[in-house]
Protein backbone atom coordinates (compact mmCIF):
# COMPACT_ATOMS: atom_id res chain seq x y z
CA UNK A 1 0.00 0.00 0.00
CA UNK A 2 1.20 3.35 -0.87
CA UNK A 3 0.03 6.57 1.10
CA UNK A 4 0.41 9.67 -0.81
CA UNK A 5 1.12 12.62 1.63
CA UNK A 6 -0.37 16.41 0.42
CA UNK A 7 0.19 19.07 1.96
CA UNK A 8 -2.75 22.22 2.53
CA UNK A 9 -6.39 21.68 3.38
CA UNK A 10 -8.05 24.19 1.21
CA UNK A 11 -11.03 23.28 -1.30
CA UNK A 12 -8.89 23.79 -4.10
CA UNK A 13 -6.57 21.23 -2.89
CA UNK A 14 -9.63 18.82 -2.28
CA UNK A 15 -9.77 18.78 -6.29
CA UNK A 16 -6.48 18.61 -6.30
CA UNK A 17 -5.85 15.54 -4.61
CA UNK A 18 -9.04 13.96 -6.52
CA UNK A 19 -7.12 14.53 -9.61
CA UNK A 20 -4.29 13.32 -7.90
CA UNK A 21 -5.66 9.78 -6.86
CA UNK A 22 -7.57 9.46 -10.32
CA UNK A 23 -3.45 10.08 -11.59
CA UNK A 24 -1.88 7.48 -9.70
CA UNK A 25 -4.77 4.33 -9.36
CA UNK A 26 -2.78 3.04 -12.49
CA UNK A 27 0.35 2.85 -11.40
CA UNK A 28 -0.42 1.76 -7.34
CA UNK A 29 -3.30 -0.55 -7.30
CA UNK A 30 -3.44 0.54 -3.19
CA UNK A 31 -2.41 4.48 -3.10
CA UNK A 32 -4.06 6.54 -0.68
CA UNK A 33 -4.03 10.43 -0.75
CA UNK A 34 -4.28 11.84 3.00
CA UNK A 35 -4.59 15.81 3.19
CA UNK A 36 -2.59 16.84 6.33
CA UNK A 37 -3.63 20.24 8.00
CA UNK A 38 -0.45 21.10 9.54
CA UNK A 39 2.23 19.83 7.27
CA UNK A 40 5.55 21.49 7.27
CA UNK A 41 6.97 20.75 4.23
CA UNK A 42 5.49 21.99 0.52
CA UNK A 43 6.96 18.80 -1.14
CA UNK A 44 4.33 16.01 -1.49
CA UNK A 45 6.32 12.39 -0.92
CA UNK A 46 5.25 8.66 -1.66
CA UNK A 47 5.60 6.53 1.53
CA UNK A 48 5.55 2.83 1.21
CA UNK A 49 3.63 1.30 4.19
CA UNK A 50 4.51 -2.30 4.21
CA UNK A 51 8.37 -1.07 4.50
CA UNK A 52 7.59 1.22 7.06
CA UNK A 53 5.30 -1.10 9.56
CA UNK A 54 8.33 -3.55 8.90
CA UNK A 55 11.00 -0.94 10.37
CA UNK A 56 8.85 -0.38 13.28
CA UNK A 57 8.27 -3.91 13.85
CA UNK A 58 11.81 -5.00 13.21
CA UNK A 59 12.43 -2.49 16.26
CA UNK A 60 9.11 -3.24 18.47
CA UNK A 61 9.53 -7.18 18.14
CA UNK A 62 11.14 -9.03 21.22
CA UNK A 63 13.40 -10.91 19.84
CA UNK A 64 13.88 -14.67 20.35
CA UNK A 65 9.97 -14.82 21.23
CA UNK A 66 7.86 -14.63 18.01
CA UNK A 67 6.22 -17.90 19.08
CA UNK A 68 4.38 -15.80 22.42
CA UNK A 69 4.09 -13.15 20.04
CA UNK A 70 2.17 -14.40 17.43
CA UNK A 71 -0.46 -15.83 19.99
CA UNK A 72 -1.09 -12.67 21.45
CA UNK A 73 -1.50 -11.63 18.28
CA UNK A 74 -3.80 -14.49 17.49
CA UNK A 75 -5.80 -13.62 20.82
CA UNK A 76 -6.10 -10.17 20.00
CA UNK A 77 -7.78 -11.26 16.31
CA UNK A 78 -10.32 -13.59 18.41
CA UNK A 79 -10.85 -10.84 20.73
CA UNK A 80 -11.49 -8.25 17.97
CA UNK A 81 -14.03 -10.75 16.60
CA UNK A 82 -15.53 -12.01 19.43
CA UNK A 83 -16.28 -7.93 20.39
CA UNK A 84 -18.12 -7.60 17.02
CA UNK A 85 -15.12 -5.50 15.15
CA UNK A 86 -13.96 -6.33 11.12
CA UNK A 87 -12.16 -4.54 9.50
CA UNK A 88 -11.61 -6.86 6.61
CA UNK A 89 -14.24 -5.36 4.89
CA UNK A 90 -11.81 -1.85 4.83
CA UNK A 91 -8.73 -3.41 3.17
CA UNK A 92 -8.35 -3.05 -0.25
CA UNK A 93 -6.96 -6.79 -0.71
CA UNK A 94 -9.67 -8.48 0.99
CA UNK A 95 -12.50 -10.57 -1.49
CA UNK A 96 -14.85 -12.86 0.98
CA UNK A 97 -14.38 -16.82 0.18
CA UNK A 98 -16.88 -18.41 -1.97
CA UNK A 99 -19.18 -21.17 -0.11
CA UNK A 100 -17.21 -24.17 0.28
CA UNK A 101 -20.25 -26.51 -0.19
CA UNK A 102 -20.57 -27.39 -3.32
CA UNK A 103 -17.63 -26.33 -4.79
CA UNK A 104 -14.68 -27.08 -6.74
CA UNK A 105 -12.45 -26.90 -3.71
CA UNK A 106 -15.09 -29.44 -2.21
CA UNK A 107 -14.27 -31.93 -4.98
CA UNK A 108 -10.90 -31.19 -4.92
CA UNK A 109 -10.49 -31.84 -0.98
CA UNK A 110 -13.15 -35.10 -1.38
CA UNK A 111 -10.38 -36.58 -4.08
CA UNK A 112 -7.37 -36.04 -1.98
CA UNK A 113 -8.80 -37.27 0.95
CA UNK A 114 -10.19 -40.15 -1.35
CA UNK A 115 -6.33 -41.18 -2.48
CA UNK A 116 -4.62 -40.27 0.92
CA UNK A 117 -6.53 -43.74 1.82
CA UNK A 118 -5.94 -45.64 -1.34
CA UNK A 119 -5.82 -45.65 -5.01
CA UNK A 120 -8.94 -45.30 -6.69
CA UNK A 121 -10.67 -45.59 -10.43
CA UNK A 122 -12.32 -43.07 -11.91
CA UNK A 123 -15.21 -44.54 -11.73
CA UNK A 124 -15.06 -44.80 -7.98
CA UNK A 125 -14.36 -41.24 -7.57
CA UNK A 126 -17.07 -40.03 -9.54
CA UNK A 127 -19.43 -41.66 -6.74
CA UNK A 128 -17.81 -39.21 -4.23
CA UNK A 129 -21.17 -37.33 -5.09
CA UNK A 130 -24.08 -37.40 -6.75
CA UNK A 131 -24.25 -37.56 -10.70
CA UNK A 132 -25.20 -33.51 -10.89
CA UNK A 133 -21.36 -32.68 -9.92
CA UNK A 134 -19.98 -35.42 -12.34
CA UNK A 135 -18.59 -32.52 -14.58
CA UNK A 136 -16.85 -30.81 -11.56
CA UNK A 137 -15.14 -33.93 -10.25
CA UNK A 138 -13.72 -34.84 -13.49
CA UNK A 139 -12.81 -31.32 -13.90
CA UNK A 140 -11.15 -31.43 -10.20
CA UNK A 141 -9.41 -34.77 -11.10
CA UNK A 142 -7.77 -33.03 -14.63
CA UNK A 143 -6.18 -29.92 -12.55
CA UNK A 144 -5.12 -31.98 -9.75
CA UNK A 145 -3.47 -34.21 -12.38
CA UNK A 146 -2.21 -30.81 -14.14
CA UNK A 147 -0.85 -29.43 -11.08
CA UNK A 148 0.59 -32.89 -10.47
CA UNK A 149 -0.70 -33.34 -7.31
CA UNK A 150 -2.10 -36.65 -7.98
CA UNK A 151 -1.00 -39.08 -10.78
CA UNK A 152 -2.92 -42.01 -13.49
CA UNK A 153 -1.28 -44.72 -12.97
CA UNK A 154 -3.27 -47.02 -15.89
CA UNK A 155 -6.91 -46.45 -15.01
CA UNK A 156 -6.18 -45.76 -11.09
CA UNK A 157 -5.28 -42.64 -9.31
CA UNK A 158 -3.27 -42.04 -6.56
CA UNK A 159 -0.99 -38.92 -5.09
CA UNK A 160 1.80 -38.27 -6.41
CA UNK A 161 5.22 -39.03 -4.51
Same mark, same amino acid.
Not at 86 to 115: D, H, W
Given at each position: ??????????????????????????????????????? /??????????????????????? /?????????????????????????? /???????????? $????????? $?????????? $??????????????????????? $???????? /???????????
Amino acid at each position: MNLLLLPGNSPDHKDWIHELEILFKPIFEETIAVEYENW /KSPHARIVDLDVEIEKILIEVLP /KGNAREWYSALMDYGSDLKRSGISLN /KKSAMYTKQSKF $AGSLREARG $AIVRLLARKP $ASQASIIKLFDVSRRTQLLEALE $ALCMESLI /KKNGTRYSLSD
